[in-house]
């Protein structure tokens, strides 16, 4: 029985580090959602009215986020949208990373190491993500080369 926990804990564990990663690219527009979300229940939309304008805020954020990146050619502005996505992740990378370590860490330093390597391995996992998602290419289509004659 204590080998069963130790391999399912293990594999918990593990599941629950690919779902932060994974999710890291949607930090911003899960932020996003839920301001817009919360604004709209505050000001009298109601509970589904709250729950779709946050949704489609979210959505929007991430699909114009995307289209905005692999849109321009501006190295700036390609570092600013990226930056955009990956500092909220950072940060929500950096209290999960916090909270987890309650479990196993007792010295509140090494926490606070871990959780900072935390956060800077999931902020350019979000950055890397976000690069990777918004493929950029010519707008030719591929093979045809008008003649210039």
């Known amino acids: 029985m204590l080998a069963i926990g130790l391999v399912l804990n293990t594999l918990g564990i593990g599941l629950f580090c690919w779902a932060i ?3 890291a690219v949607y930090a911003l527009p ?3 959602a839920l301001s817009i979300g919360m604004t ?8 589904i009215g709250a729950l779709l304008l946050g949704t489609t805020g979210g959505a929007l954020t991430l ?6 990146f692999a849109v321009t050619r501006s190295l700036a502005l ?3 949208i990226a930056t955009a996505f990956a500092v909220p992740a950072a940060v929500a990378g950096y209290h999960v990373v916090f ?5 196993g860490v007792p010295s509140l330093a090494w ?3 871990f959780a900072c390597l935390g956060a800077v391995c999931i902020g350019v996992t979000s950055w890397t993500r976000l690069i990777v998602l918004a493929k950029t290419g010519p707008f030719e289509p591929d093979g045809v080369v008008e003649n210039p004659s």
């Open 99 to 103: 909270a987890v370590s309650h479990i």
């Open 111 to 113: 926490r606070e190491v």
């Open 40 to 47: 709209a229940f505050q000001s009298g939309a109601g509970l």
């Open 21 to 23: 990663f994974a999710l």
């Open 78 to 80: 390609r570092i600013a």
């Open 30 to 32: 899960f932020f996003v």
């Open 63 to 68: 699909v114009l986020g995307q289209i905005a």
